[in-house]
């Protein structure tokens, strides 16, 4: 089993392609992979927010980890969401990720239930005790609706119950207090940003790796901006970001009108790893609403000028 | 099959017993749906909030749905909670319900997900279509993030798609522009309050019944003011009203620097329920914190305040 | 002076008037007056929400409370809003209200500041303090974003701070709270509803008043829903109170890909006081977008269908 | 008059001294420029939120600007907040600022009310048309409770309304969409954070200048940063960054179980301005709640652990 030891790098949250009537296409997620891997990421995320986790039942979850941690064969970690409502729930599917031969957790906070920082603290324990994998934190507000203070992520880090964070909160203080914080005080905690947008920043503060849904699309765009940043190339770096900034317009392809953010965000992700021939299918799980022609145009003009087509 | 049409009168959330080990008690929890039956009420709605729905496992679940409707025999109607983040997850509970017997479903918008009411009308309507049961919607914004508008569940009910609504919003407004706008338009639509504190008001307004997670400590109490507010005699419905009101009081007992509402409110309905004899253990589920001997003493004293003990 | 002594009844947050040039219609304004009292209203609320108190210059402010003070001459008391962000903000505008010879001030807790339940309380008694006069807490959790407790609201009321509570903030269970908790402990404390859909409900739990901003446009309702409360004929109240949540459609008459609540909610108001002939002009202070005519005639609508033209 | 002509660098928002009886103190506001201008500022912002406008009556603002103005002579630009809720309350505070001889207003979107993009976009450019002055937005959704979208501030820039933005949203990818949106696009736009520890990052993207808080306490710190960010020493930059994150702990130093953000952030900064001799008393306007000697003696240890003592 590869254990991620400072996870580093690029690690995409892996899109999980779909045949026309809503099964995980094991095909075109392998293409998926293999695509990823050619762009030269340095780890897999799947089963997160970009992954439709939310839609997908435990079965096609399972599948999903299956699928990838047999094709990838130990090259590079695979990190497994364990996405539900609350620590038992949490279990279960980290049990069956892990199983599935997942390397290590990433876990929000409870959701769903009024909570406490007193409770998510007691929840990352136990599933790090229950599992004895190692537990990324998921800070993602936008759909836990509670926000991981850096103290207490700081607290889980330096008594070695958490592996890492993945910081899609868009509070880039909290993250930089927590990559300070961490600093000499608990080593191998990798501090990841979820952002698309702020990498060059993130990394420029002192973070060890991104996890961007952007990366699915242009994973060597994503890759090119870490090395950069990495040799100290800042300016190359901010190129790119600015480059990958414009792509990222790419998510409010879909019309407000008709769609949420997620459906619309999503379902231009899809669309584009479909013009772009990485997969079979763009279509996205229910209750999400299919982007139409013209939306899908957009979809297509953010790749052209992106250099992508 | 017991099919609930026009559902009305108290059907209480009902609260899942534990053994100390975290094991649905299924000795308790018969001995919890005879207190309230005896009670008087009208039906019992499994799997909701009250129940810990979001941090039972799914063999727990199917187990509170089978005990209960094995023993209640179709005496009165059993609706059970389908509450996941998305359609797809939400058919698998709901099929699992359904096949132990469940009357109806309860089921809330997507959550964790960034969602739109497109997407959830399209949500109601596939869940409607897949299980062909009776769907009440579960407008909980406090753990769901996004408010049912009431046009949207109009529309619902004329088309026949919702059976009901179980609102616990806090938005009074909202849920008599609900029952004024059923009024001729869908009829057998039941407009539940999910209110333990403005149930005389709903009723006044035309709401058909309620359900309050009080009503698992106090059934006879809720089955007074309702019976009071039918009979039109507002003045002992209000007066009711109040001395539940005190009573909720007690969702409060735990200390917030501690824990979460969630585990405030749940502890002491089970601290209650075990006050009362009728549960064996008041345990709560990973990761509540459990109130101390202190709080506990708290929700004695409101029983004894109420007149329960 | 007319001090309010237990102020009960309907007491309408009264518009303001404005010229086409964006001063106050004083002309409109007493005319506006003399419709509500005809209507027979117990009081009169300036310089609220519905005054467009945020939008007025302070001459403009004071105009308002001189020009109604002096025409009402102490038939009815006048209570004035001094809305600002912080006490020494709102000291001023409480002075120069009494100083016109406003009987009672109407003050929410501090905004655009982040504040806390300590300094809310500290603010409420250096405002009675230092003006001597009687203060009226203004829930309005929309404008102010923060909710008053009812905890901090009985404390204030026990302490003799508060004369009493205007509650805009849609939690009826909250000011049942207060209502059920001033009883027997502050004589004369004024638990009033700033809602207009929720009238009957909370005179039904004991609420002393009624503040609607669409009592400006149909005092003549809410007096009737008023007295029919007091007489204990619900089933009258509770139909009027349907006549009257229909007639508050109005307020969504503005197209909300156009404008905000608040043009839209008081731009129809004040058109429905121009179409029923008691104001000049129906336009709104910048930077409020106006109604178009197909928005209007939405207004028109609504006034007609409740018998108002 | 000093027209800011692109305005760029450290623009502290300069902190208001009181005397004991809450009245300016103009003897120590002027020790207190001198003590930024000394520090190497590029600009001055009077009469934001760092100098609690929003608790100063009409006077002491004028007294602010008056005493500032004079004192700094055209020597470096001064801008003054316009801080209230909608725009003819606005512009009186506009006019009054630019009597007094402030270069550049700035103005946040209205508040209190619920407002709308289009309405946002009105106030904007109702003001600029009206004052004739420089406008920079301040973005400052916790204040205001509403975020302004980059489109509607690039339309804005573009339009020659605004001069520039200051962001204290945290939103760093919004900033970072203004940056790159008005390149070439709005000559002499000035993009300025409002972050005390995203400095670096800002400036890295592209951002002009810094608008700190902090910055009263520490003016060199940021001069030094802002500095070394101009001439490419991100090392440097950062190092100093992350001194400034640890100081910038300061603001929590008031203990959240008796006071509120403002009274604990803006209680500090005064606290240190005492300590470090700049000004004469610490004292906070009304309802904040003052800092006890514990909560002081916190302060000092964050003002010895940066060197500032």
Chains 1, 2, 3, 4 share one sequence.
Not at 116 to 122: G, M
Not at 169 to 176: A, I, V, W
Not at 220 to 227: D, F, S, T
Request: proline share 6%.
């Amino acid at each position: 089993m590869t254990r991620p030891t400072h996870l580093t790098g690029v690690v995409p949250p892996v899109c999980t392609p779909l045949t026309p009537d809503a099964e995980v296409d094991t095909a075109s997620l392998i293409r998926l992979v293999d695509f990823l891997v050619a762009g030269g990421v340095d780890g897999l995320f799947v089963l997160g927010s970009s992954a439709e986790a939310a839609y997908l039942r435990d079965e096609q979850r399972r599948a999903v980890v299956d699928t990838v941690v047999r094709h990838v064969g130990g090259q590079l970690p695979v990190l497994a969401g364990a996405i539900d409502m609350t620590t038992p729930r949490v279990l279960d599917h980290a049990r069956g990720a892990l199983d599935s031969g997942a390397d290590a957790l990433v876990v929000t906070a409870p959701f769903y239930t009024r909570t406490h920082p007193a409770e998510i603290d007691r929840h990352y324990r136990e599933v790090a005790a229950r599992t004895g994998a190692p537990v990324y934190a998921y800070d993602l507000p936008v759909a836990v609706h509670t926000k991981l203070g850096h103290d207490l992520v700081l607290t889980l880090a330096a008594d070695g119950v958490l592996a890492g964070l993945k910081d899609s909160s868009g509070d880039e203080t909290g993250l930089r207090r927590v990559i300070v914080g961490v600093r000499g005080k608990a080593a191998g905690f990798s501090a990841l940003t979820g952002s698309e947008t702020m990498v060059d920043s993130a990394l420029a503060m002192g973070a060890h790796g991104v996890v961007p849904g952007l990366g699915n699309v242009d994973p060597h765009g994503y890759v090119r901006l870490y090395r950069s940043a990495r040799e100290g190339d800042w300016e190359t770096a901010r190129t790119e970001q600015e480059r990958l900034l414009a792509l990222f317009g790419m998510v409010r392809s879909g019309d407000p009108a008709r769609m949420g953010m997620s459906s619309s965000a999503l379902g231009a992700f899809k669309a584009a790893l479909h013009l772009r021939g990485v997969i079979d299918c763009p279509a996205t799980m229910l209750p999400q609403i299919p982007l139409d022609a013209e939306e899908v145009r957009r979809v297509e003009k953010h790749l052209a000028t992106a250099g992508l087509l």
